[in-house]
Nanobody
Framework: QVKLVESGGGLVQAGGSLRLSCAAS????????MGWYRQAPGKQRDLVAQ???????NYADSVKGRFTISRDNAKNTVYLQMNSLKPEDTAVYYC????????????WGQGTQVTVSS
């Protein structure tokens, strides 16, 4: 059984930084794209950043220049470095990965809360 576990959320003041981690575990053959989404109260879940198996990245316009996504394939882990945080970045952040383990399926983490105070 494949599982994604996030860590690193918390409360930070505006202008501060946080680093999120998401580790995949279980019977994994390979991992294709990995990404981070976020959902604020009353809003839909939106893509924040994504990284392919080859390392190609893309970002939401609202986080370009402030957030950096990276991955460690040996550890089946994806990271999101968040700098210059703003109150509007407050949301639950979810890890997402396309994992090959007998079948290819999209998996989600349980979410981690990020709160940015003004």
């Amino acid at each position: 059984q494949v599982k994604l576990v996030e860590s690193g959320g918390g409360l930070v003041q505006a202008g501060g930084s946080l680093r999120l981690s998401c580790a995949a575990s279980g019977s994994i053959f390979s991992i294709n794209r990995m990404g981070w989404y976020r959902q604020a109260p009353g809003k839909q879940r939106d893509l924040v950043a994504q990284i392919t198996g080859g390392g190609t990245t893309n970002y939401a316009d609202s986080v370009k220049g402030r957030f950096t996504i990276s991955r460690d394939n040996a550890k089946n882990t994806v990271y999101l470095q968040m700098n210059s945080l703003k109150p509007e970045d407050t949301a639950v952040y979810y890890c997402n990965a396309q994992i090959v383990s007998g079948i290819t399926a999209i998996h989600w983490g349980q979410g981690t809360q990020v709160t940015v105070s003004s």
